[in-house]
């Protein structure tokens, strides 16, 4: 074959079809943002309908003596948002607290500020946060910055001890403000910060403790109190009192619990019943607590009585 032929066959020969190449959309940030979204919803919505039972709910008030104390549009209250916000009263997401007399009676129901750090960690959207104090005195401040994964810049959020602090009614501080207000302060900075970062998923929810005043959150003090001046017969009350006092020195050889207490303890044991009596908790809760101390000290741990301790300064109960 000549080079004339050979350059001819080349150049008459059909020539391939180029292969288009097809891209693979891939979803930007704000769709994968809407997605995760979505399904962090589905996950919620989820739980609310799953998990909290309305038998469930009233378990809880016949276990803990609210049955007995709530009024039954309260009880219905109490019910409704707990089942529409998914919170589970055996975790102490969520309690309720009556207060006033008569016509003036009113239900607080509240919630652990943990209940909202759960809720943002669910939607998939946080991106770390962190809350510090400035200053000293009435002039402390605390401030808290919450980053969103669908955020360009984090939100700055500042509380000011003297615009949140809570007084009793006679004036004097509440007890846990002032024994920690740095502590108190910093609390109160996560709960209003994640509102505010997250509304759709918090918006509704009620509020906690140290947002509130202390009658909203202690109730009637006085309630126990009133109970003895209803009941006319003084003498069979004075009769009543002494074989207590009979009975409890009766059990105290048998426990062998009070001669194992060391001075740690006891002074833990103090400040423990000290909180109890400022939060002013019902019969329920108090029985509890008193079964947990118990049964830290049947068995010599001191670490377990500083976390009922801490259970109680964070509200737990």
């Known amino acids: 074959m000549g080079l004339t032929e050979y350059l001819t066959r080349g150049l008459n020969k059909p020539k391939k079809k180029a292969r288009k190449r097809v891209r693979k959309s891939t979803p930007n940030k704000s769709e994968q943002t809407k997605a995760i979204v979505k399904t ?50 055996f975790k102490h ?91 108190m302060l910093k609390k109160v900075a996560i709960s209003q910060g994640f509102r505010l970062a997250f509304p759709v998923e918090l918006g509704g929810i009620p509020y906690t403790a140290d947002e509130l005043p202390e009658e909203m959150t202690c109730g009637n003090e006085k309630k126990t109190e009133d109970k003895p001046a209803l009941s006319k017969p003084v003498k069979e009350n004075k009769l009543a009192i002494e074989p207590v ?3 409890k020195k009766k059990e105290e050889p048998k426990t062998e619990i009070h001669g194992s207490v060391t001075p740690e303890q006891k002074t833990l044991i103090a400040e423990i019943a000290a909180l109890i009596k400022a939060c002013g908790y019902d019969v329920g809760k108090k029985t509890l607590i008193k079964e947990k ?25």
């Open 293 to 317: 101390i118990k049964s830290a000290l049947s068995v010599g741990a001191t670490e377990e009585l500083k976390h009922i301790k801490q259970d109680i300064e964070l509200d737990i109960y």
């Open 245 to 247: 006092k009979e009975s």
């Open 93 to 183: 997401e969520i309690h309720c607290v009556a207060y006033g007399k008569g016509e003036y009676r009113r239900l607080s129901i509240i919630v652990g500020y943990e209940v909202y750090l759960k809720r943002a960690e669910k939607t998939g959207l946080l991106n770390g946060w962190k809350v510090w104090t400035e200053g000293t005195g009435k002039d402390m401040k605390a401030i808290i910055e919450i980053s969103r994964k669908d955020w360009q810049l984090p939100l700055r959020h500042e509380v000011y001890l003297k615009e949140v602090e809570q007084y009793k009614k006679s004036g004097e501080l509440n007890a846990f403000w002032k024994k920690q207000p740095s502590f």
């Open 40 to 89: 962090q919803s589905k996950q919620i919505d989820n739980m609310n309908n799953n998990e909290i039972s309305k038998q469930k709910i009233i378990d809880y008030m016949d276990a803990f003596g609210l049955s007995k104390e709530l009024l039954p549009e309260e009880k219905k209250q109490f019910l409704s948002i707990a089942m529409e916000f998914g919170l589970n009263p």
